[in-house]
């Protein structure tokens, strides 16, 4: 699974006007504390505007909110904004896919992958990544790799 720079950095925008609240925040302010083009910046936001996930506001006091509150945006939906489906095989529903032997059950590890993805990018919100809240199976998961690498490489990460 390769988590692409533009979901990073429109996931890292979101919590930036999560923080924000109410108070329009200008692309530009967003651009320099992430350390994001602003060229890039304006096209991410645009596909969240699309998504419905933020409003623009013109004029002086003018900048980008969250269309609805931090805790009912999940990463899930800000990767699907800009990137379409969490896990995809060459454009195939997962439901209609089908291989011959000896291949017959990956479609099965591929639909167990969409439901790992989910199953964090769903159950975490804007909310709690900004608040250091995360769900207790998200935290378990991410101190299990921790220690799976750190006994594969002998080094922590």
């Known amino acids: 699974m390769r988590i692409s720079e533009r979901v990073d950095n429109a996931v ?8 924000g609240g109410d108070e329009a925040t200008k692309a530009e302010q967003i651009s320099q504390r992430q350390q994001i083009s602003l060229k890039y910046l304006h096209d991410i936001l645009r596909d969240l505007k699309r998504a419905g996930l933020v409003r623009s506001r013109r004029g ?12 009912a945006i999940s990463l899930a939906d800000i990767f699907r904004a800009v990137d379409g489906p969490l896990a995809d095989v060459h454009d195939e529903s997962l439901r209609s896919l089908a291989y011959a032997a000896p291949a017959e059950a990956l479609p099965e590890v591929w639909m167990a992958i969409r439901g790992s993805l989910r199953r964090v990018l769903e159950t975490v919100s804007v909310a709690d990544l900004v608040a250091h809240t995360l769900p207790a199976e998200v935290t378990g998961l991410a101190e299990e790799y921790r220690r799976t690498t750190e006994e594969r490489f002998g080094t922590r990460t």
């Not at 890292?12 to 923080?19: D, I, K, N, S, Y």
């Not at 002086?60 to 805790?71: E, I, K, M, W, Y």
Request: charged share 20%; aromatic share 4%.
């Open 60 to 71: 002086p006091d003018g900048g980008f909110t969250l269309s609805r509150a931090a805790s």
């Open 12 to 19: 890292r925008a979101m919590a930036e006007l999560a923080v």
